[in-house]
């Protein structure tokens, strides 16, 4: 059984700060993407990184891929209260691309 | 912008009915997975079809669930006998192709059974 260990579950932060969010699995993904979900809605892809060591930039937001297809992190640089919300990695395995999610990380950027 | 759609947005059953969620992909994309939210839970894979055929069902529990993609109009996620732990949210996420491609999802059936 695959199992995708997220860290921390919560986060709570001042703006401004950075901060940076774990993925880490025994097992290698053929692929990993990070989503971010709102209460009451769908998850909202961010970004999908596939080559081992790939890093991703999406404005404050960068996204590594570890060498070895494990793990991955999501760092936030200077983060503001909009950046609220769960953040979800998910592991896609083997041909079908079934993920498999992590329990989420809950940020609370104040201002 | 034709994202995945899905209806309802929520459904009330009482207990012995059948739920019937749909699914309709993005425009472009042949590729569909049901997963499930369980409250206070991660999302969890259910199934995974293409047209007409479903490829992987090791998420689905074994009785009362049961998936279709039909060639013409939108994927079915269907429940009989419903019972009082059925009542989650239903995500659907579309993509153009198996493997590493990414998954667009929709917002989602919230299945509340009384």
């Known amino acids: 059984t695959q199992l995708l260990e997220q860290s921390p579950q919560f986060l709570s932060i001042q703006e401004g700060e950075n901060l940076t969010v774990y993925c880490n699995s025994s097992?290698?993904?053929?692929?990993l993407q990070w989503y971010r979900q709102e209460p009451g809605e769908g998850p909202v892809l961010l970004v999908t990184?596939?080559?081992?060591?790939e890093v991703k930039k999406l404005k404050r937001l960068t996204f590594q891929f570890g060498d070895a297809r494990k793990d991955s992190s999501l760092h936030i640089t200077a983060a503001q209260p909009g950046d609220t919300g769960l953040y979800l990695c998910?592991?896609?395995?083997?041909?079908?691309?079934?993920?498999?999610f992590g329990q989420g990380t809950t940020l609370q950027v104040k201002p | 912008n034709a994202g995945v759609m899905q209806n309802p947005r929520h459904l009330v059953r009482r207990r012995g009915q059948e739920a019937r969620l749909r699914c309709s992909p993005m425009?472009?994309?042949?590729?569909v997975y049901w997963y499930r939210q369980l409250p206070e839970e991660g999302l969890k894979f259910m199934v995974y079809?293409?047209?007409?055929?479903?490829?992987?069902e090791s998420g689905m529990p074994k009785e009362r669930f049961s998936a279709e993609f039909p060639k013409e109009g939108p994927s079915i996620l269907r429940i009989q006998q419903v019972v009082r732990g059925d009542s989650a949210a239903y995500f659907c996420?579309?993509?153009?192709?198996?493997?590493?491609?990414?998954?667009?999802f929709g917002d989602g059936t919230r299945l509340s059974i009384l």
């Open positions: 996420a579309s993509s153009p192709g198996g493997g590493h491609q990414p998954q667009h």
């Open positions: 097992s290698v993904f053929s692929s």
């Open positions: 990184v596939v080559t081992g060591g």
């Open positions: 998910a592991g896609a395995y083997g041909n079908t691309g079934k993920l498999i």
């Open positions: 425009k472009g994309h042949s590729h």
């Open positions: 079809l293409q047209k007409e055929n479903i490829i992987d």
